[in-house]
């Protein structure tokens, strides 16, 4: 009977450590939000590099100087606040946190992604590691223990119904 729990608990601490490390990377997009992982320590110290990002998207006016948006740049996503909201000329005036100056070139409306609504430190490198191919088996695999491990526990179950059967089975010595 122990054996059988044992193989149950882990099945299911297995699948709940898959599921947990998923629902960040699929609910907020349900929810209409990109997700993104900072991979520079301009924002720092209020976005540390390994973060998640989780981008809403906004029209351009709604922008407001102090947001922090994210856009694309040179074929790169960058995550910068904004210091100044150009809307006649249709564009921001941006600048990272840990850096000195303002961005150089201004970024257009047309690069806005949208306005980060939150992040979480440290998550952008576990998504990363799990949206790549050696994560998508590791999570494969922790799917697949843990069916094992579930099929173990039912075998575990049928053998001991079956020897407790043949403890109490007929006496046949009469």
């Keep these: 009977m122990k054996k059988q729990v044992l193989c149950n608990c882990v099945s299911l601490l297995i699948l709940l450590a898959v599921v947990a490390l998923c629902i960040p990377m699929t609910v907020p997009r349900l929810l209409g939000y990109d997700t993104y992982t900072v991979v520079s320590g301009s924002m720092e110290p209020a976005i540390p590099t390994g973060s998640a990002i989780y981008v809403e998207t906004v029209s351009p006016e709604a922008v407001a100087a102090g947001d922090v948006i994210a856009f694309y740049s040179r ?35 047309e690069a806005l992604m949208g306005r980060v609504a939150f992040s979480v430190p440290f998550l952008g490198n576990v998504m990363a590691v799990c949206s790549g191919t050696t994560g998508k088996i590791y999570l494969a695999c922790g799917v697949a223990g843990a069916v094992l491990l579930q099929l173990a526990g039912s075998l575990l179950r049928t053998d001991r119904k079956q020897d407790s059967r043949e403890d109490n089975g007929p006496d046949r010595g009469r």
């Design 75 to 109: 074929g790169a996503v960058i995550t910068h606040r904004v210091v100044e909201n150009l809307v006649v000329s249709g564009e921001f005036v941006t600048k990272g946190d840990a850096n000195a100056e303002n961005d150089v070139t201004p970024a257009p409306y």
